[in-house]
C-alpha cells in the first residue's frame, strides 16, 4: 500500500486546509485510511479515521468539530478537511492504512487512535499555523 500526502502549506490562525491522501496498492477491501499528526518534541496523535467503504467515522476529542474526513472511493482519495486552525495545530499531517476493524472507537476501546495499529505510512505533509 502506498499512500501520499498533500494539501498542506502555511496558512493564518483561523484559516482551512484540505488535506488529501492518495491511496494505491489495495488488493482487497478491507482496509480504512486514519490521519495522524505529529509536532515536534510530541507524539503522534491520531485525528480521525474513516473505514474502507465510509460508512464508519471516528474523531479524537480535539479534532471533533473542526474536522471532517471524507473520501472517494473513485479516485481513492481520503480527505481531511480542517477548519479554524491555531497555532498548536501546527505539525506534519500523516494520514496510514489499517485493517477496517480497526477503525472503531467506543467507551472501551479505540484502537484508531493507536499508531502501531496502522501498517503502512505516508510521508506527511506540513501544516504551519501562525498567530
Known amino acids: 500500500v502506498q499512500l501520499v500526502e498533500s494539501g498542506g502549506g502555511s496558512v493564518q490562525s483561523g484559516s482551512s486546509l484540505r488535506l488529501s491522501c492518495e491511496v494505491s496498492?489495495?488488493?482487497?477491501?478491507?482496509?480504512?485510511i486514519g490521519w495522524f499528526r505529529q509536532a515536534p518534541g510530541k507524539e503522534r496523535e491520531a485525528l480521525s479515521c474513516?473505514?474502507?467503504?465510509?460508512?464508519?467515522?471516528y474523531y479524537s476529542d480535539f479534532a471533533r468539530g473542526r474536522s471532517t474526513i471524507s473520501n472517494d472511493s473513485a479516485k481513492k482519495m481520503v480527505h481531511l478537511q480542517l477548519t479554524g486552525l491555531r497555532p498548536e495545530d501546527t505539525a506534519v499531517y500523516y494520514c496510514?492504512?489499517?485493517?477496517?476493524?480497526?477503525?472503531?472507537?467506543?467507551?472501551?476501546?479505540?484502537?484508531?487512535?493507536?499508531?502501531?495499529?496502522?501498517?503502512?505510512w505516508g510521508q506527511g505533509t506540513q501544516v504551519t499555523v501562525s498567530s
Open positions: 496510514a492504512a489499517t485493517q477496517d476493524f480497526h477503525c472503531y472507537c467506543d467507551s472501551r476501546h479505540c484502537p484508531f487512535t493507536m499508531p502501531a495499529a496502522y501498517s503502512d
Open positions: 496498492g489495495f488488493t482487497g477491501d478491507d482496509s480504512a
Open positions: 474513516i473505514s474502507r467503504r465510509g460508512d464508519r467515522r
